[in-house]
């Protein structure tokens, strides 16, 4: 995309490139559309003008007109579109290490933001929204928050367009990750839903007016994912090299009739062409005042030699007597003061050799306290960046459970495989609800490492949502959401908004025999009550198992205000199309609520012990409200059985 501005605009870009903002610098205004505004902290509302300083806390404002393009100076840029409200809230840029954090608040709106620096690492961006917090790693998203033109009232939706990815914490309900280039999310704070295929994505600058015709001078930025919205390669230096030219602002394109080897002389040129020379030939007309040699008449004043009569002043020659004043010379007396030799008593100040007391100052050698500063070496705490970047510990088949919503129904228990190669970084999925009879979705994708991998297919998508330790104390696990629309057996078999979770099942012939095991951890999962879906709903998990006679308990209660659970538990109960070392139970509330549900799940091992966590999936309804999702609750307590 091309943003053009006004000649004006440009001008008024050279007048003040040379001006310096006393508050602390993060940018340009790269490209303005009319009716943009911004602010410094409580300052007034003033029109964006491009090449003007950006700072922080600085807000830009835009109605239905106004779009603006901020580039900082660690090569990020923000397109802020039409009705729009942001803020810079936050922003540290190390030029030397190529490092920068941004964090930004959007009110209403939309933007586009390409990332620089800043997003190189995990949380290095984040644009908080009245319904959540979007991050940005490496990439391109375009956000709109509660814009109903745009689409998006009461809420917020993103597109990531291109990078490494993108996340959105709700205010309420788990956060959601997007690694797919052509994805979107959805939130209106209650939770947030993955959208597996883009819509029409977000154009901040979809509304900025055309060019005017016969424009000489357009300042713009290319959007595209190879040039980092006209700043390719690294962060900029702080200098470009443009004697008396803000370096941001060498940035902007400037196509002119002629060329011209900076910003400012293509300015100047431009200004010559527009003042017509010839016409300044006029002034020669003033030659006319030669009429004023007439005044050479005044030449008769020369009568006035007749003062040479003066000369009889000679008389007073006679002040000659004056030299009478030789006798002045007496002030010889003066001499006396030879008398001030005296001052030699002055020597005595050789006594101020007692300043040497003042090395008592040596004491200020206490001074070495401040070592104590070397306490900011918890400035260390930085190296959590190292996080972005685990390990991958997957290898060979993960095992579990999944479900999720067709058609605003729940989905009857169902398997879940991921085939993992760390060497070669890829992983494949199988997903097979029990209903499906024998169809399932699968795929193969991306395993960068343990918490960024998933298959994305033209039937479907499947993505680890993020650290397994969201549902319990279990990193040995890993669960995320999934949706697809498969065509097998003669019809279409759907699937929104469901949830998966697996790990290393341990078959129930190699279970313990001689424990009382108990578990807790979280349930999480989607609601339709009455036809609206909710994701992200979560609820508190427990159980309680005795190996040696196969029996138990199991709870989910708190789930959208509702508890259920399964008193008869019992290992001995399968369930076809389960994978081995899975069980399965009906779910109940009280006898007349009307609810009834199923789960089915399994335990895993830890490496160590073989049933150091229970998993599984779940569904319930009782008519107009209906439940699906995944549950894990790691080990929390075991005793041999009647207390032996």
């Known amino acids: 995309m091309r943003i053009s501005l006004p000649l004006v605009v440009a001008i008024g870009l050279a007048l003040g490139a040379s001006a310096v903002a006393h508050a602390e610098k993060v940018g340009v205004a790269a490209a303005v559309a009319p009716d943009a505004r911004s602010r410094s902290g409580n300052a007034p509302l003033q029109v964006v003008r491009l090449g003007d300083n950006v700072v922080r806390d600085q807000r830009f404002q835009t109605d239905a007109k106004g779009v603006v393009q901020v580039l900082l100076v660690d090569g990020s840029s923000f397109t802020i579109g039409p009705r729009s409200s942001l803020v810079i809230d936050h922003f540290v840029y190390d030029p030397d290490k190529g490092t920068a954090r941004l964090a930004g608040s959007m009110s209403r709106g939309v933007m586009r933001f390409i990332g620089g620096a800043a997003s190189k690492s995990a949380d290095g961006v984040t644009v908080k929204t009245p319904v959540g917090v979007a991050g940005i790693r490496g990439g391109i998203l375009g956000l709109c928050v509660d814009d109903a033109p745009a689409g998006c009232a009461g809420s917020a939706r993103g597109d990531f367009e291109f990078g490494i990815g993108a996340t959105f914490a709700p205010n309420q309900g788990t956060p959601v990750a997007l690694h797919q280039p052509g994805t979107s999310f959805a939130s209106n704070g209650m939770g947030a839903t993955l959208l597996p295929v883009m819509g029409m994505p977000v154009d901040p600058a979809a509304a900025l007016p055309a060019a005017p015709a016969g424009s000489q ?157 070397v306490d900011p070496v918890d400035p260390v705490d930085p190296v959590d960046p190292v996080d972005p970047a685990p390990t991958r510990t997957f290898s060979g088949s993960l095992q579990g459970f999944a479900g999720g919503l067709g058609g605003g129904s729940p989905l009857q228990p169902g398997s879940a495989e991921f085939q993992f190669d760390p060497d070669g970084g890829t992983v494949t999925a199988r997903i097979a609800p029990r209903t499906w009879e024998g169809a399932a979705f699968t795929g193969s994708g991306d395993y960068l490492h343990d918490l960024s991998y998933g298959v994305t297919t033209g039937e479907g998508d499947a993505q680890v949502v993020g650290d397994s330790n969201a549902l319990c104390d279990c990193d040995y696990l890993s669960w995320g959401q999934w949706s697809a629309d498969v065509a097998a057996n003669g019809t279409t078999y759907s699937a929104q908004n469901g949830y998966w979770i697996i790990g290393q099942l341990t078959p129930l012939a190699e279970l313990p025999t001689d424990v009382i095991a108990s578990y807790a951890g979280t349930a999480i999962g989607s609601v339709s009550d009455n036809g609206v879906v909710t994701t992200g709903v979560t609820g508190d998990f427990t159980a309680t198992v005795d190996f040696g006679s196969g029996t138990g308990s199991l709870q989910i209660a708190n789930f959208d205000g509702r508890s259920f659970g399964d008193n008869a538990l019992n290992l001995d109960q399968l369930m076809s199309g389960m994978p081995d070392g899975a069980f399965s139970g009906s779910l109940g509330m009280d006898a007349n609520s009307g609810f009834y549900g199923e789960y089915s799940a399994g335990f895993a091992s830890d490496g160590t012990d073989p049933a150091a966590a229970m998993l599984g999936t779940f569904w319930g309804s009782d008519g107009s409200w209906s439940a699906s999702g995944v549950f894990a609750g790691d080990k929390t307590g075991d005793a041999p059985p009647n207390g032996l």
């Open 217 to 373: 001078l357009t300042g713009g930025l290319d959007a595209q994912p190879n040039h980092m919205a006209g700043f390719s390669g690294g962060p900029m230096a702080p200098e470009l090299g443009v004697p008396g030219v803000d370096p941001l602002l060498a940035l902007l394109v400037l196509p002119t009739a002629a060329p011209a080897t900076s910003v400012g002389q293509s300015l100047i040129e431009t200004g010559i062409e527009q003042r017509p020379p010839v016409d300044p030939v006029d002034p020669v007309d003033p030659v006319d005042p030669v009429d004023p040699v007439d005044p050479v008449d005044p030449v008769d004043p020369v009568d006035p030699v007749d003062p040479v009569d003066p000369v009889d002043p000679v008389d007073p020659v006679d002040p000659v007597d004056p030299v009478d004043p030789v006798d002045p010379v007496d002030p010889v007396d003066p001499v006396d003061p030879v008398d001030p030799v005296d001052p030699v008593d002055p020597v005595d100040p050789v006594d101020p050799v007692d300043p040497v007391d003042p090395v008592d100052p040596v004491d200020p050698v206490d001074p070495v306290d401040p070592v104590d500063p």
